[in-house]
């Protein structure tokens, strides 16, 4: 198994809601990432996990909640969000350890905040 | 905080042609960057990489030029398909530390023109 995957693939949620985006990858990384990206503009690092241990918050709201249940899981806990959080969230995943290892994407999750 | 930037937002080509995008990066410490391709409702997805101790590098049908002097990274891609059409995003890897944590560029769109 050679990708990262997402789910679900489109969200939609009003501002009052609590919802989570899931990200699945067993290619044994141990780094894991979470951008948000908006229309036309390039994907922006919110949370970077390593070893299960969050080493990276990018100043992100706490709306905005990350998890990683285990080395394969990355969840992202979503409450009381704003129109303005509407955006493709993409999930990444990387080796770990030394320079080289590229970061491989998901899919995504396409997220519309009514 | 440092920012990688392109020259050119759009960049529409003849199928057959050879295309070349072009990336700024202003932190001379990065030692790592990729350049990534991303389509309509997709993830990013790898092209090919180059360390700093490099200044070339070759895929298949793909170059990455860098020049540390002026701090300068390019794609080329031969023989450009209409395939080859999509948001190209530069990223560089913010030197130390065993994240990875990839900064990007404002992308350039290819529209390859059959």
């Known amino acids: 198994d050679t990708e990262v995957t997402q789910t679900p693939k489109h969200l939609v949620m009003g501002m009052t809601n609590k919802k989570s985006l899931k990200c699945e990858q067993h290619?044994?990384?141990?780094?894991m990432y979470w951008y948000k990206q908006k229309a036309k503009k390039p994907p922006e690092l919110m949370f970077v996990?390593?070893?299960?241990?969050?080493?990276i918050n990018e100043s992100v709201p706490s709306r905005f909640s990350p998890e990683c249940p285990n080395s394969s899981l990355l969840n992202l806990h979503l409450h009381a969000l704003q129109p303005e959080d509407s955006a493709l969230y993409l999930c990444?995943?990387?080796?770990?350890?030394?320079?080289?290892?590229?970061?491989?994407f998901g899919p995504g999750t396409r997220l519309t905040v009514l | 905080g440092e920012s990688v930037g392109l020259h050119l937002p759009t960049l529409s080509v003849q199928e057959g042609d050879n295309s070349i995008i072009n990336c700024a990066y202003s932190?001379?410490?990065?030692?790592?960057f990729i350049w990534y391709k991303q389509e309509s409702g997709k993830g990013p997805q790898f092209i090919i990489d180059?360390?700093?101790?490099?200044d070339k590098r070759q895929g298949q049908r793909v170059t990455v030029l860098l020049n540390k002097t002026v701090k300068h990274l390019s794609l080329q891609i031969a023989a450009t398909q209409p395939g080859d059409s999509a948001v190209y995003f530069c990223?560089?890897?913010?030197?130390?530390?065993?994240?990875?944590?990839?900064?990007f560029g404002t992308g350039t769109l290819l529209a390859v023109q059959p």
């Open positions: 990444a995943s990387r080796l770990g350890g030394g320079l080289g290892n590229e970061q491989f």
């Open positions: 290619m044994g990384h141990r780094a």
């Open positions: 996990y390593s070893y299960e241990k969050l080493s």
């Open positions: 932190n001379s410490a990065s030692d790592y």
């Open positions: 180059i360390r700093s101790n490099m």
């Open positions: 990223a560089e890897n913010e030197a130390g530390g065993a994240t990875n944590k990839l900064i």
